[in-house]
């Protein structure tokens, strides 16, 4: 079973500049979610894609947009970057959901080790 | 809204005392809640989770909805368990899919010898 894993390890930018994060998922997962971490904060969740569509989206602007494959990688894209979008960025794969009895319950999501944005 | 709560940003304690990370939260819907673990050049990873009622590394945690906690324990600290831990409460994300999570701000465990 491959781990997810992302790309590339640490990233610098100026002001303005675009950037284009990667994560490719866990075997035989189709979800992918997207997490900013500023320094000393907790994760927090920017959107998250099946089957290739967004599904549910947290406070972040147009400028944070993304993109998922077929075969389930995703791509988190920053336009215009600002000062305050150093952080580092993770993504967690996982199934949409497991049923426990009669209900469907989150399933786990599994963490990447992150891409570190610096923007300058 | 949903939120969570750690109220401890740090908390040391000596090996083989007892350790009680806290962890409140709100949140209109039934929760799930999770404890996640960074272990020092670690990716994060999930420690316990509350619907599985399970004991991972000596830890366990109970939800009680009636105080809106879902505070982690082991009865004896490790030096191994210094890490930073994170609560963090799964809602949906929305359509047909689940599992939005909304962490707390991280409480960081030291154990001393």
């Known amino acids: 079973e491959t781990g997810v894993t992302q790309s590339p390890t640490h990233l610098i930018k100026t002001r303005g500049q675009q950037v284009t994060l990667r994560c490719s998922s866990q075997s035989g997962h189709n979800t992918v979610s997207w997490y900013q971490q500023a320094l000393g904060q907790g994760p927090q969740f920017i959107f998250q894609y099946y089957r290739e569509e967004e599904n549910g989206r947290g406070n972040f602007p147009p400028r944070f947009s993304g993109l998922q494959f077929p075969n389930y990688s995703s791509e988190l894209n920053v336009n215009a970057l600002e000062l305050d979008d150093s952080a580092l960025y993770l993504c967690a794969s996982s199934t949409p959901w497991v049923r426990t009895g009669n209900r469907d319950r989150a399933d786990t999501q599994y963490f990447g080790p992150g891409t570190r944005l610096t923007v300058l | 809204a949903q939120r969570v709560t750690q109220p401890e940003k740090l908390l040391s304690v000596f090996k083989g005392a007892p350790v009680e990370l806290k962890c409140n939260y709100s949140?209109?819907?039934?929760?799930?809640l999770f404890w996640y673990v960074q272990y020092s050049r670690q990716r994060l990873q999930l420690l316990l989770r509350?619907?599985s009622r399970e004991s991972i590394k000596g830890f366990t945690a109970d939800l009680n909805k009636g105080e809106t906690s879902f505070h982690l324990k082991k009865p004896f600290a490790q030096e191994e368990d210094s890490a930073m831990y994170y609560c963090a409460l799964s809602s949906n994300a929305g359509g047909t899919s689940y599992g939005k999570l909304t962490f707390g701000q991280g409480t960081i465990l030291t154990v001393h010898p």
């Open positions: 509350h619907i």
């Open positions: 949140y209109s819907g039934s929760p799930e």
